[in-house]
């Protein structure tokens, strides 16, 4: 199983930003998806989670309203579109897939992505 991060780059205060974390998952579907992202010094924080099936979606209050996670089961890709960016974004972003879970906070996840850089500069 592996998990791969794209899309990060640097970018200006209020710009955005699309990842995209692609699945070698042979049953992407059993699995809720998730977003953290970790900054130099901080812990790895929570971003957004979404259920197998794109009928749920969780927010970190950090980022609700100006981030968007979804995913294509097609394709097995899932997104985080980043809009009106701050220079407190810049991080590592990761993916997580949790197993027959909700793509919450607290889950426990099966798999991790390597993780893309996002610098936002003012």
């Known amino acids: 199983v592996q998990l791969v991060e794209s899309g990060g780059g640097l970018v200006q205060v209020g710009g955005s930003l ?18 953290f ?13 979404i259920a197998y099936n794109s009928e749920r979606t969780i927010y970190a209050d950090s980022v609700k309203g100006r981030f ?3 995913r294509d089961n097609d394709k097995d890709i899932t997104y985080l579109q980043m809009n009106s ?7 590592v972003y990761f993916c997580a897939a949790d197993s027959f879970g909700s793509g919450a906070r607290n889950r426990k996840y099966d798999f991790w992505g390597q993780g893309t850089q996002v610098t936002v500069s003012s």
């Open 68 to 70: 968007t996670v979804s």
């Open 18 to 35: 699309r990842l995209s974390c692609a699945a070698s998952i042979r049953t992407f579907m059993h699995y809720a998806m998730a977003w």
């Open 85 to 91: 960016l701050k220079t407190e974004d810049t991080a």
């Open 37 to 49: 992202r970790q900054a130099p010094g901080k812990e790895r924080e929570y971003l957004a989670g």
